[in-house]
């Protein structure tokens, strides 16, 4: 069974560029978060995505979007990018079951925006 | 609105102390709790969750549904166990909300 993968490890950007980040799904999970993790904050939710279709959002503008695929792996999306937008982004997959579930945390990707 | 609160940023403790680490909630409905835990250059990783009972590590976590707490204790503290520990939520919605973290260092 494979971990929770993310790429690439380090990215730097300018302000107003365009990013994207990737992840891949533990094997045979279905659904995947997003989390924004600020120097010395904890992880704020992005969104999650079902079966390919976002599930719950956090508070973050709409230039934050996201893709699934059929085989689960995921991409972020961010427009337009700011300086406060530098952050850790981490993504966590997970299967649902009846008792509920627990998400599992790739490596994350390390943004900075100049 | 959910909310995770760790009041103490920073944490230092003898090994062989007792650990406490805390955490305050707030959530209209039935939460689900979880301590993660970030060993350095690690990925987050899952401590324990409330609704399994788990005991990892020797770390144990209580809910106080009246105290809205979900304190997380450890009998002996271990070097190894310098890490940053976060304190999370789930609700009906599944997504988590996580308090700011602690800290923790064990000195020898």
């Known amino acids: 069974e494979t971990g929770v993968t993310q790429s690439p490890t380090h990215l730097i950007k300018t302000r107003g560029q365009q990013v994207t980040l990737r992840c891949s799904s533990q094997s045979g999970h279905n659904t995947v978060s997003w989390y924004q993790q600020a120097l010395g904050q904890g992880p704020q939710f992005i969104f999650q995505y079902y079966r390919e279709e976002e599930n719950g959002r956090g508070n973050f503008p709409p230039r934050f979007s996201g893709l699934q695929f059929p085989n689960y792996s995921s991409e972020l999306n961010v427009n337009a990018l700011e300086l406060d937008d530098s952050a850790l982004y981490l993504c966590?997959?997970?299967?649902?079951?009846?008792?509920?579930?627990?998400?599992?945390f790739g490596p994350g990707t390390r943004l900075t925006v100049l | 609105a959910q909310r995770v609160t760790q009041p103490e940023k920073l944490l230092s403790v003898f090994k062989g102390a007792p650990v406490e680490l805390k955490c305050n909630y707030s959530?209209?409905?039935?939460?689900?709790l979880f301590w993660y835990v970030q060993y350095s250059r690690q990925r987050l990783q899952l401590l324990l969750r409330h609704i399994s009972r788990e005991s990892i590590k020797g770390f144990t976590a209580d809910l106080n549904k009246g105290e809205t707490s979900f304190h997380l204790k450890k009998p002996f503290a271990q070097e190894e166990g310098s890490a940053m520990y976060y304190c999370a939520l789930s609700g009906n919605d599944y997504k988590l909300s996580f308090g700011a973290g602690t800290t923790v260092t064990v000195r020898a």
């Open positions: 966590a997959s997970s299967l649902p079951t009846s008792g509920g579930y627990t998400q599992y």
């Open positions: 959530y209209s409905g039935s939460p689900e």
